[in-house]
């Protein structure tokens, strides 16, 4: 088993850090080849150059995955027969629900047929736990698992940390409730919150505490993964730090404040440290 760190396309945006022209798409696929990621994760959304990056992607042999919004059924039906087109095709399908529902058989309903779909294209779907989706709600979200056996997550678990702005220290009750989360996980988006703010600099000594909450998360999750998972199979963790205008901190001048590229990096040394000093601490078989 190995662990793949694939950094986002969206989460590359405006670098680099400190003004200038923004990276081309072939400059930011390059950037994350040179930075030891081993694929891309791209938003299929007319926001962001996704056509261009899957065929860069592919020309250059790096894998890629896609993160999706459907709406309904026959939403995805059309953005999977594009996935579908493609060759070499993602190797995910990482998928925000855009319904918003008021009970969970609504919701059980939507993920019964996104899944369906999937598995009838032979594509690896994941639900992403995000705000402003139908997995807004973290005890929610945990009653849609339960109605739902064949559903596997991404965890993106800044969204609850921030959603559900978890008392400070985090307490017992809240921690079990992440583990059932990270039970059913089986990708990562990696970023760091705080009970405030959905992006913090992991740099910044002042916030340290909020990123060993997300590194225990994160080993956890890890740890997890590995129980249940088969030799030959990989975890994925996206790192997916946002631009400014959605989660970055600016200044008065509307600049970052820290180099978003260079925290990344740190973010993927983190998450890489986690997973080898699991592999020392697993006994041979």
Same mark, same amino acid.
């Given at each position: 088993m190995n662990l793949r760190v694939?950094?986002?396309?969206?989460?590359?945006? *405006?670098?680099?850090?400190?003004?200038? =022209?923004?990276?081309?798409?072939? !400059?930011?696929? *390059? %950037? @994350?080849?040179?930075?030891? $990621? &081993?694929?891309?994760?791209? *938003?299929?959304?007319? %926001?962001?150059?996704?056509? +261009?990056?899957?065929?860069? #992607?592919? %020309?250059?042999?790096?894998?890629?995955?896609?993160?999706? $919004? =459907?709406?309904? #059924?026959? &939403?995805? !039906?059309?953005?999977?027969?594009?996935?579908?087109?493609?060759? =070499?095709?993602?190797?995910?399908?990482?998928?925000? =629900?855009?319904?918003?529902? $008021?009970?969970? +058989? +609504?919701? #059980? #309903?939507? @993920?019964? +047929?996104?899944?369906?779909?999937?598995?009838? *294209?032979?594509?690896?779907?994941?639900? !992403?736990? &995000?705000?402003?989706?139908?997995?807004?709600?973290?005890?929610?979200?945990?009653?849609?698992v339960e109605a739902v056996p064949e559903l596997w997550l991404t965890a993106d678990l800044s969204h609850y940390l921030v959603g559900q702005e978890f008392a400070w220290p985090v307490s017992d009750e809240n921690h079990q409730l992440i583990r059932r989360i990270l039970e059913r996980t089986q990708m990562f988006h990696g970023r760091v919150a705080s009970r405030e703010q959905v992006q913090v600099s992991i740099g910044w000594d002042h916030h340290r505490p909020w990123l060993d909450l997300f590194l225990g998360w994160w080993e956890e999750g890890f740890r997890l993964w590995r129980e249940r998972s088969g030799p030959d199979d990989d975890l994925i963790f996206v790192t997916e730090l946002g631009p400014p205008n959605w989660y970055a901190i600016t200044g008065p001048d509307g600049n970052e404040l820290s180099d978003r590229w260079e925290e990344a990096l740190l973010l993927k040394r983190h998450v890489t440290g986690i997973w080898e000093r699991l592999e020392r601490s697993t006994p041979e078989v």
């Open positions: 694939f950094q986002s396309l969206w989460g590359m945006g *405006a670098l680099p850090f400190g003004g200038g =022209p923004e990276w081309s798409v072939a !400059e930011k696929l *390059a %950037a @994350l080849v040179d930075g030891g $990621f &081993h694929g891309i994760d791209i *938003a299929w959304t007319p %926001a962001v150059p996704a056509v +261009e990056a899957v065929e860069r #992607a592919q %020309a250059a042999g790096v894998d890629f995955g896609v993160t999706c $919004f =459907p709406t309904s #059924a026959g &939403h995805f !039906e059309e953005l999977v027969g594009t996935f579908g087109s493609l060759d =070499p095709g993602p190797v995910y399908v990482n998928l925000q =629900p855009v319904p918003k529902v $008021f009970t969970v +058989e +609504e919701g #059980a #309903a939507y @993920l019964r +047929e996104w899944l369906r779909i999937a598995d009838a *294209a032979g594509l690896r779907l994941l639900v !992403e736990t &995000h705000r402003d989706r139908m997995t807004t709600d973290l005890r929610f979200t945990l009653q849609l």
